[in-house]
Each structure stands twice: as structure tokens, then as C-alpha cells.
Nanobody, 132 residues
Framework: QVQLVESGVNTVQPGGSLRLSCAAS????????VGWFRQAPGQEREGVSCISDSDSIMHHVDPVKGRFTISRDHGKNTVYLEMTNLQPEDPAIYYC?????????????????????????WGQGTQVTISS
């Protein structure tokens, strides 16, 4: 059964850090580009970060550059989103998703170009909350 499961410590203080995990089962995650999206209440789902299928390319949208890092562990069949210095605009439901489409998260794209329609398999989402 193909499945993506997000997990992570989800409540942090302002300026805090956390790491989200996206673990795959039933398929080899390393063959696909992986993206992290987020959706805040009343807003559209937006792309945040992506990593290419070769791991050679990583993109982050401008508001998270220097604060978020996407990475992959092939041995664990898992992709991570390391989040630091969390800001009031960061709380949302975060989703990971895979894409087998050519050119997704490529050298001539930006994270701002991420489209949910180009991603095939999705995790269930995990809530990130900031609380002081």
C-alpha cells in the first residue's frame, strides 16, 4: 500500500525550531521529487520547499529561505523539513507530496512555481502551531 505519513513535534514557541518527517511506505521515495506544502485557515495551499528526485536541487520560497531546509534520507525512505526561527506566518497544516512528472523541482523552476496538481501522492497533513 502506497502511503506517506508526516510526523513531527508540532507545537513550538515563537522563534523555535522543529523538524517534520515524511515517511514513505510501499514505494521508493528516492525515485521522486518531493514537495512540502502548507495551508493556513482560509488560505489556499501553497508550496514551501521541494527537493528533486536526484537530491541535487532544492528550492524554498522566499519567506522561508534561510530558515527552512528540506533533505532526504534514502536509507529511511524519508524526507525532512527542518524549520527554524518559526514566525507567526508559519502555522498551518503541512503536507508532503511526491511527483514523478518531468521537470518538477528542476533547475529552471522556483518553489513559487510549485503546483499541487503536479504532485501525485499526498500525506494526511500535520498541524504546526506556535504557542508562547
Amino acid at each position: 500500500q502506497v502511503q506517506l505519513v508526516e510526523s513531527g513535534v508540532n507545537t513550538v514557541q515563537p522563534g523555535g525550531s522543529l523538524r517534520l518527517s515524511c515517511a514513505a511506505s510501499g514505494f521508493t521515495l528516492g525515485r521522486y521529487a518531493v514537495g512540502w506544502f502548507r495551508q493556513a485557515p482560509g488560505q489556499e495551499r501553497e508550496g514551501v520547499s521541494c527537493i528533486s528526485d536526484s537530491d541535487s536541487i532544492m528550492h524554498h520560497v522566499d519567506p522561508v529561505k534561510g530558515r527552512f531546509t528540506i533533505s532526504r534520507d534514502h536509507g529511511k525512505n524519508t524526507v525532512y523539513l527542518e524549520m527554524t526561527n518559526l514566525q507567526p506566518e508559519d502555522p498551518a497544516i503541512y503536507y508532503c507530496a511526491t511527483s514523478g512528472a518531468w521537470g518538477v523541482c528542476g533547475p529552471h523552476t522556483r518553489a513559487e512555481d510549485m503546483k499541487a496538481s503536479e504532485y501525485d501522492y499526498w500525506g494526511q497533513g500535520t498541524q504546526v502551531t506556535i504557542s508562547s
